[in-house]
Each structure stands twice: as structure tokens, then as C-alpha cells.
């Protein structure tokens, strides 16, 4: 088991940059594969980008590669993932996810455990 608390959301202006950080639970944190998912108001929750147990391997949606960077610390029990050149486009609720197991992936329903999620808004 493990409990996601998702932080770091807020206001910014287009081009700008966020960190978003979600702490885990939990005595195995680095056995989980973690992912950050978004979900803009109307529309279906969508990927961004996974990071596998030990860190070194990652996997960015299409929309966000180049922009956004995911990364986690075992010791601290965290994932992060650095936003820049933020644009309207993406703002949304960005959620936090754990799956148990080795392969990073990209649909929602691999993920077991999820964070409340945390607001992002991105202004014109």
C-alpha cells in the first residue's frame, strides 16, 4: 500500500514554470513505477510522463517531451516533475500515481494508487 499527497500546483503565467511534488507513503516507495497524469475540465485524464523504480529510465507523452521533466528521490519517498514553458494548454488537475511493478505505463488504469491531485492553472 501506498498514500500520495500531491503539492506545488498554483497560478502561473504562460512560459513560466512550475514544480509539482507528491510524497508517498510507504516502506516501498522505490518498488513502485510512478507516473504524473492530467485532467483539464471536460476531458479525459491523460498521461504525461512515468519514471521507473530505480529513476533511471522515463517515458513523456508527446505533448509535454522537451517541456516537462519527471524525476523522484527514493530517499525522500518523492517524484517530482518540473513544468516549464507552461502554456494555457496545460492546465488541468495533475495527479499522481503509483503501479507496482517494472513497466512504465501509460494508461490510468495500471495505476493503483492515486493522489487527490493538485490544481495548475496557466494563463494567457
Known amino acids: 500500500q501506498v498514500q500520495l499527497v500531491e503539492s506545488g500546483g498554483g497560478l502561473v503565467q504562460a512560459g513560466g514554470s512550475l514544480r509539482l511534488s507528491c510524497a508517498a507513503s510507504?516502506?516501498?516507495?522505490?518498488?513502485?513505477?510512478m507516473g504524473w497524469f492530467r485532467q483539464a475540465p471536460g476531458k479525459e485524464r491523460e498521461f504525461v510522463a512515468a519514471?521507473?523504480?530505480?529513476?533511471?529510465?522515463?517515458y513523456d507523452a508527446d505533448s509535454v517531451k522537451g517541456r516537462f521533466t519527471i524525476s523522484r528521490d527514493n530517499a525522500k519517498n518523492t517524484v517530482y516533475l518540473q513544468m516549464n514553458s507552461l502554456t494555457p494548454e496545460d492546465t488541468a488537475v495533475y495527479y499522481c500515481?503509483?503501479?507496482?511493478?517494472?513497466?512504465?505505463?501509460?494508461?490510468?488504469?495500471?495505476?493503483?494508487?492515486w493522489g487527490q491531485g493538485t490544481q495548475v492553472t496557466v494563463s494567457s
Open positions: 500515481a503509483a503501479r507496482y511493478g517494472l513497466a512504465l505505463g501509460a494508461k490510468h488504469t495500471e495505476y493503483g494508487y
Open positions: 510507504g516502506r516501498t516507495f522505490s518498488s513502485y513505477v
Open positions: 519514471i521507473s523504480w530505480s529513476g533511471r529510465s522515463t
